[in-house]
């Protein structure tokens, strides 16, 4: 599980890494494709752009717009290629693992990060 895991992880890198130059910002939108598979992660994209919003910045733009994938006005827009998606566990596990990883940053020692 865990091989498969990091295979999957690599992988998303492959499709973001040179999307998002932004490395904090990348590792969101891999996370959030982790969790809900890059096609709903790329059609979020797609939508912010479209609605005159940055597709490379996650809080506040590409966020919303996953979350607006479980409206038909939006999953069905022509640039969404994945059809309907609830973002609300995407959204929030981003949030979560990032959470988590500050925490973790403060009880293990710089040395052995």
């Keep these: 599980n865990i091989r498969a895991g990091t295979q999957y992880i690599n992988w998303l890198h492959s499709i973001f890494d040179t999307r998002i130059p ?20 790329l059609d979020a994209m797609r939508l912010a752009e479209k609605n005159g ?6 809080d506040n733009s590409v ?8 409206d038909p006005m ?11 998606f609830r973002g609300r566990e995407s959204v929030a596990f981003v949030d979560e693992i990032l959470e988590r990883y500050e ?3 403060n009880i293990i020692p710089p040395e052995q990060r």
Excluded: C, M
């Excluded at 919003?53 to 996650?58: V, Y």
């Excluded at 022509?78 to 059809?83: F, I, L, P, R, S």
């Design 22 to 41: 932004d490395e904090n910002e990348r590792y969101r939108f891999i996370l959030a494709s982790y969790n809900a598979g890059p096609g709903h992660v």
């Design 53 to 58: 919003q940055d597709p490379l910045k996650w």
């Design 63 to 70: 966020a919303d717009w996953l979350l607006k994938k479980s």
């Design 74 to 84: 939006y999953y069905t827009d022509t640039v969404v290629k994945n059809g309907y």
């Design 103 to 105: 925490h973790y940053k």
